[in-house]
């Protein structure tokens, strides 16, 4: 096929002489500004004033913030699925499926042309960074793969789809790129995960792929798939696909992942590299190496909002954006988009380490803390202990979620479902003891309750059969590449039946 990468080159010198000059506060102001502009005339801007709103501070006084369900019933849904001139002008041609991760619930998320259009750039930015990193780099000269939903989409109006936003990027490929993506036609449809899994773990096999994307525990599960297909393999990535550059992760930590992934990038001279895309907007990209932090995408038409997160119920939240935001500070982030979302509670709360250029973490979902007994974790927290203890222990964790456990009598504690390899009593106590360090050392609430087991007794952990979780978002209708196991079920009733599920043999 056409190595394409030579045009790639061109273009990354281009972008990143463009990024090394932006003002990102500056940046911020105008797309604000441009976004007000555009949808001066839909419903949303003429009863918020758009019109005379030629500020940030004007902008967060007149609009308030809101969640999905603010917007689903007062704009949407009377409308849906033909959304004409509601909060964006013109008809929205796509909706996003977006299931909520701790809610279960389906969201149905607008897609203008212009969030598409943005989601295409951000992608190529990706590239750029990588090309920037790896100066012989031939990345577009064989198949970029990514593990994703069904592209299949849904018609549900006139000139409306709905789907995945895997199945909504690919609708937008232009046809130039489509010889470079995998997998492609009936393949790139399957809806059942593990129909598409077993297809495409053969496929595979014998497709030069250049760079790979998806959710490091559904390409996991993935993996074992082609170590099937491919009987007598170590399952090290490089056997297969010798010219491998990229492995792109996101939507989870990948903390508890890491060294798992490393195993199965040894002998290849591909890095890994994090993105944060979202149904609501493609937020930020790792531009420099693991651990360094993501660069928000300041121009690509999103503006940015930023809630402390002790603030984010309260009457009058404090609203902070690039123009005022601290590092070290966990913030809830809300967004204004070109798909007519504003002051969107997005649901992730995130962390600055840098402001010029703004690199931030991901910490948690917003509904992803656990303070059963008064411990305040964030998810940050859990993600670092699980990966302190699959570390000291050399247990391969594949997924695993907590909650806690209240005790009829005394301390109560959390209890720790973990999918990996079986193991003996005495490794599980020291998994659950590294843990227990781990998050003493990182949060002074925890330590504080755990002082004496008076307040809160020691972890415990459960290991949970091999494809338990599988079996277990399958009955629950949210098997596949898009979806996510909640990390934190803070209802004990809710968790303790999800634990019983976890552990009832199929």
Not at 486 to 501: H, K, Q
């Amino acid at each position: 096929m056409l190595d394409l990468t030579f045009a790639l080159r061109a273009y990354a010198g281009f972008r990143l002489r463009a990024l090394a000059r932006e003002e990102p506060v500056q940046s911020q102001r105008q797309q604000l500004t441009s976004l007000l502009r555009r949808a001066a005339n839909t419903q949303f801007g003429r009863e918020y004033g758009f019109a005379g709103i030629h500020s940030v501070e004007e902008y967060q006084r007149a609009v308030p913030l809101r969640r999905y369900d603010a917007f689903w019933d007062g704009y949407w849904s009377r409308a849906y699925p033909v959304l004409d001139n509601v909060t964006w002008p013109g008809i929205i041609p796509f909706f996003a499926n977006s299931s909520g991760t701790s809610s279960g619930v389906t969201k149905h998320i607008p897609v203008s042309a212009a969030m598409a259009k943005a989601n295409r750039r951000a992608a190529i930015d990706l590239l750029v960074h990588h090309s920037a990193n790896k100066p012989n780099s031939r990345v577009l000269g064989g198949k970029n793969f990514f593990l994703g939903g069904s592209a299949a989409l849904t018609p549900v109006g006139p000139d409306v789809m709905e789907g995945d936003l895997s199945g909504i990027a690919a609708a937008r490929v232009p046809w130039w790129a489509k010889g470079f993506y995998f997998p492609t036609g009936d393949d790139a449809k399957i809806a059942d995960w593990e129909e598409k899994s077993r297809v495409l773990a053969r496929r595979a096999l014998s497709e030069d792929i250049r760079s790979l994307s998806g959710t490091p525990s559904w390409l996991l599960l993935f993996f074992e798939e082609m170590k099937q297909a491919a009987p007598g393999s170590s399952g090290r990535l490089v056997e297969h696909w010798p010219e491998l550059e990229m492995l792109v992760h996101g939507g989870i930590s990948f903390e508890p992942y890491r060294a798992r992934f490393a195993e199965l990038l040894a002998g290849s001279h591909a890095e890994t590299r994090e993105v944060y895309p979202a149904s609501e907007g493609f937020i930020a990209l790792q531009d420099k190496g693991p651990r360094q932090g993501l660069r928000l995408l300041t121009d690509n038409g999103l503006f940015f909002e930023f809630v402390p997160m002790e603030e984010l119920d309260s009457t009058e939240p404090t609203r902070h954006w690039l123009g005022t935001v601290e590092t070290g500070v966990n913030y809830a982030l809300v967004l204004t988009s070109c798909a007519g979302l504003w002051s969107y509670i997005i649901g992730d709360t995130v962390r600055f380490l840098e402001k010029f250029p703004p690199r931030l973490i991901v910490t948690g979902r917003t509904s992803y803390g656990l303070s059963a007994f008064g411990e305040h974790l964030i998810g940050e927290e859990i993600d670092a202990a699980i990966a302190a203890a699959a570390l000291a222990t050399d247990i391969a964790v594949t997924d695993f979620m907590v909650g806690p456990v209240f005790a009829p009598s005394g301390p109560g504690h959390h209890l720790y479902l973990i999918e990996g390899v079986a193991v003996a009593p005495e490794k599980a106590e020291l998994f659950a003891q590294t843990i227990d360090a781990a998050l003493c050392a990182r949060n002074v609430d925890y330590a504080e309750h755990r002082k004496g087991g008076f307040g809160m007794g020691q972890p415990q952990v459960r290991f949970v059969r091999s494809g338990g979780f599988v079996a277990w978002m399958k009955a629950r209708g949210k098997l596949g590449g898009q979806n996510k196991v909640p990390r934190v079920i803070a209802d004990a009733d809710a968790f303790a039946a999800t634990a019983v599920s976890l552990f009832t043999p199929p």
